[in-house]
């Protein structure tokens, strides 16, 4: 794991590693994106490799649900290995996969925090076509007013930050494909007459996952790798008086 993500890559704020000791000997692994409790119970590995940690700050107090993920890991004898920043940023990591997935061509000025370039795309609808079969979303979100595509960033997670919506603006990009966008970051875009394409949280992140459980698989045969597809959060409820065809 960390020739894959070296430990390095990660930002200081975050808490990559071991959390948890389990079994000394593994011989199942289980990757998952959220250590949720579906998720654990889902997880068969005797070592858990886990995107997002589910300790990020020094713990005051156990509370319910850290409680019962512990309980869990301790009883199964399973170890918590989270991945978190520096699988975002790793060579092969996170953003380099997304960019792969959704065909960018990365230009000078890309880097592994904002994979910047172009796409193979003319208009903004082709693009976005093709991201819901690449991605296998559902819906997406988009605000803007260009029809035609221009250079890309491309941020998995949660990337629309406002400051990274201006440096993107600043950088001559039109559109940024990312995750988890907010109302005020979506206003910011509209003001700079840029395309924002909401793909999902996890959407963008899953091809790192499925790149790194390819890559385990292949330079250690012996250990049985699954990878624990998370189930989206939410459902879309549609207007139906307003959407239905007559």
């Not at 609808?125 to 991605?135: H, K, P, V």
């Not at 793909?199 to 990878?227: D, F, I």
């Amino acid at each position: 794991m960390e020739k894959f993500a070296p430990p390095e890559c990660a930002e200081s704020w975050d808490n990559c590693g071991v959390l948890l000791e389990g079994k000394e000997n593994v011989h199942t692994i289980s990757i998952i994106l959220d250590p949720t409790i579906e998720a654990l119970n889902s997880s068969h590995g005797e070592f858990i490799i886990s995107h997002h940690p589910f300790i990020f700050d020094p713990l005051k107090r156990i509370e319910l649900e850290i409680k019962e993920k512990i309980s869990m890991l301790l009883q199964r004898e399973q170890t918590f290995y989270a991945a978190h920043t520096n699988l975002d940023f790793a060579p092969n990591g996170i953003s380099w996969a997304l960019s792969k997935r959704i065909c960018l061509q990365e230009d000078d000025l890309s880097t592994p925090l904002i994979r910047t370039g172009t796409v193979p795309h003319a208009t903004v609808n082709g693009f976005t076509d093709a991201l819901c079969t690449s991605l296998g979303n559902d819906a997406i979100k988009v605000v803007g007013k260009n029809t035609k595509m221009g250079r890309v960033a491309a941020i998995p997670g949660s990337g629309f930050n406002e400051d990274i919506i201006t440096e993107c603006y600043m950088q001559g990009i039109t559109t940024i494909v990312s995750g988890d966008l907010k109302h005020h970051a979506a206003l910011k875009g509209l003001d700079l007459g840029l395309t924002l394409i909401d793909a999902g949280h996890r959407e963008t992140e899953l091809p790192g996952l499925q790149y790194l459980a390819k890559y385990l698989k292949e330079r250690m045969p012996q250990v049985e790798v699954e990878l624990v597809v998370p189930q989206k959060p939410w459902q879309y409820v549609l207007n139906k008086e307003k959407y239905i065809t007559k």
